[in-house]
């Protein structure tokens, strides 16, 4: 048996304690639970030491593992960028790309980007995951998150991709059973589809006029974290909501739905967010600088 852990070893165990068990880790790196199960074994036996323990409930890890999981975080990323810089020379970026978003940008946008760069760069293996909610990418593995909004941590280093914005809009039906606001202060008085969004407190909404920004609390029947399904409320003329241009442009081209309060905006840009350790990474730069030609083109 090998004397000195393995690399990929380390990589699956740190998966498993950043996902607190052996079938999530698996499903992350696109393995069986049983090829989990025995790399931890190999690894435990290599370094004679019990990592984690293991109940039906929960996988815990040890203090000897809490220092294997800090070296293996260390030795991963000087691996990472060893190939990193051999591929910046070669102009040709591999290794394991993992990016994350948000559910509908991911969907609709992130997601096809991916396909197509997966066809381009076969070297790149891609893992891709999509939440509801802000992600520490550092803690969780991910090398880029792809994100919609201006709450960025100052550590992180942040790519402007695409101009964007929220705005408010709601359907015909719904304005002509309701009434047009005319202010701002009048939404209050209105059904809200509120999001709970990834980068804002529930049932605010902050909006810009030029340079002078408001804040107007609303509420309404259906909330949602969800937003294409906010969307879809819209369309059904449940209410007034605040959803990003990429997403609602074309359906107030095809008259589905109306943009109100012209005047009003909610800055949304899209960012490729990384830790600063990756500024150097070749696959980073590749996607990101891919990302950002798909997005020059229109969004889909």
Same mark, same amino acid.
């Given at each position: 048996?090998?004397?000195?852990?393995?690399?990929?070893?380390?990589?699956?165990?740190?998966?498993?304690?950043?996902?607190?068990?052996?079938?999530?880790?698996?499903?992350?790196?696109?393995?069986?639970?049983?090829?989990?199960?025995?790399?931890?074994?190999?690894?435990?036996?290599?370094?004679?030491?019990?990592?984690?323990?293991?109940?039906?409930?929960?996988?815990?890890?040890?203090?000897?593992?809490?220092?294997?999981?800090?070296?293996?975080?260390?030795?991963?990323?000087?691996?990472?960028?060893?190939?990193?810089?051999?591929?910046?020379?070669?102009?040709?970026?591999?290794?394991?790309?993992?990016?994350? $978003?948000?559910?509908?940008?991911?969907?609709?946008?992130?997601?096809?980007?991916? $396909?197509?760069?997966?066809?381009?760069?076969?070297?790149?293996?891609?893992?891709?995951?999509?939440?509801?909610?802000?992600?520490?990418?550092?803690?969780?593995?991910?090398?880029?998150?792809?994100?919609?909004?201006?709450?960025?941590?100052?550590?992180?280093?942040?790519?402007?991709?695409?101009?964007?914005?929220?705005?408010?809009?709601?359907?015909?039906?719904?304005?002509?059973?309701?009434?047009?606001?005319?202010?701002?202060?009048?939404?209050?008085?209105?059904?809200?589809?509120?999001?709970?969004?990834?980068?804002?407190?529930?049932?605010?909404?902050?909006?810009?006029?030029?340079?002078?920004?408001?804040?107007?609390?609303?509420?309404?029947?259906?909330?949602?974290?969800?937003?294409?399904?906010?969307?879809?409320?819209?369309?059904?003329?449940?209410?007034?909501?605040?959803?990003?241009?990429?997403?609602?442009?074309?359906?107030?081209?095809?008259?589905?739905?109306?943009?109100?309060?012209?005047?009003?905006?909610?800055?949304?840009?899209?960012?490729?967010?990384?830790?600063?350790?990756?500024?150097?990474?070749?696959?980073?730069?590749?996607?990101?600088?891919?990302?950002?030609?798909?997005?020059?083109?229109?969004?889909?």
């Amino acid at each position: 048996m090998n004397k000195d852990p393995l690399p990929e070893d380390l990589r699956v165990f740190c998966a498993v304690v950043r996902h607190a068990g052996f079938s999530a880790a698996a499903r992350q790196l696109g393995a069986s639970p049983a090829y989990v199960t025995k790399r931890i074994h190999v690894l435990e036996a290599v370094l004679q030491t019990t990592l984690l323990h293991r109940t039906t409930r929960r996988v815990a890890v040890t203090p000897a593992g809490e220092r294997v999981y800090h070296w293996a975080l260390r030795i991963l990323d000087d691996v990472e960028q060893l190939v990193d810089d051999i591929s910046a020379t070669r102009r040709a970026p591999r290794g394991v790309l993992r990016v994350c $978003s948000s559910i509908g940008f991911g969907r609709r946008v992130v997601g096809p980007a991916l $396909s197509q760069f997966a066809r381009e760069h076969p070297a790149v293996q891609v893992r891709f995951e999509v939440f509801d909610h802000l992600v520490d990418i550092a803690a969780a593995g991910f090398d880029l998150d792809i994100r919609v909004g201006e709450d960025i941590a100052p550590d992180m280093i942040a790519r402007r991709l695409a101009d964007n914005s929220r705005i408010l809009c709601a359907a015909p039906e719904y304005l002509a059973r309701r009434g047009e606001p005319r202010s701002l202060q009048e939404l209050a008085a209105h059904d809200c589809l509120v999001i709970k969004e990834r980068d804002h407190p529930f049932g605010i909404w902050r909006l810009q006029h030029g340079r002078q920004e408001s804040r107007v609390k609303v509420q309404g029947p259906l909330s949602t974290n969800h937003g294409e399904m906010a969307v879809q409320w819209a369309v059904d003329g449940h209410g007034v909501i605040l959803r990003s241009q990429w997403d609602v442009a074309p359906l107030i081209q095809a008259g589905k739905l109306v943009h109100i309060l012209a005047d009003y905006r909610q800055e949304a840009n899209v960012w490729a967010v990384y830790p600063s350790r990756l500024n150097a990474s070749a696959k980073v730069r590749v996607f990101v600088e891919f990302l950002q030609r798909s997005l020059d083109r229109g969004f889909p």
